[in-house]
């Protein structure tokens, strides 16, 4: 696994209010409309920020996740240039302690994704985008 975060996605109860603080308020970069549902911010680091609300964000990790106390509405994501990579780095975190939520699967967006939790409990999605491109420096863009 190449150590890399991708996307950092925050959890969020009132999407449109989150979204105009870090547009307008913290002067972060979007293509995104408030309308959208989600929306990616780019960082200088090139780690993309992201919101999402935090229901349909508990819903994608899988039924058994709620958003409650013990689920924070974060999730880190880690993403592969290759589908079949999706498990090999599930494998590789389950190896090194972590333990996997939701095994690699085709989801809905297109894509092929799987979640594990680290020693702490955050949840990592490992995940692979058939329209994502890559710079020079190894990092996402969408």
Do not use: C
Not at 19 to 32: M, W
Not at 79 to 107: T, Y
């Amino acid at each position: 696994m190449e150590p890399r975060l991708s996307i950092l996605t925050l959890g969020v109860r009132n999407f449109s209010a989150s979204f105009r603080f870090y547009r307008d308020g913290l002067g972060f970069q979007t293509k995104a409309k408030e309308t959208d549902g989600i929306a990616w911010f780019t960082t200088t680091s090139g780690v993309l920020l992201g919101l999402y609300p935090i229901d349909k964000l508990a819903e994608d990790i899988g039924p058994d996740v709620q958003p409650r106390p013990g689920f924070s509405g974060i999730t880190l994501a880690h993403n592969v240039r290759q589908k079949e990579q999706v498990a090999q780095v599930l494998a590789f975190a389950e190896q090194a302690g972590g333990k996997i939520v939701k095994p690699a699967q085709d989801v809905f967006w297109g894509g092929h994704a799987g979640y594990f939790t680290d020693p702490d409990g955050y949840h990592w999605e490992v995940a692979w985008n058939p329209g994502a491109t890559w710079d020079a420096a190894g990092n996402l863009t969408i």
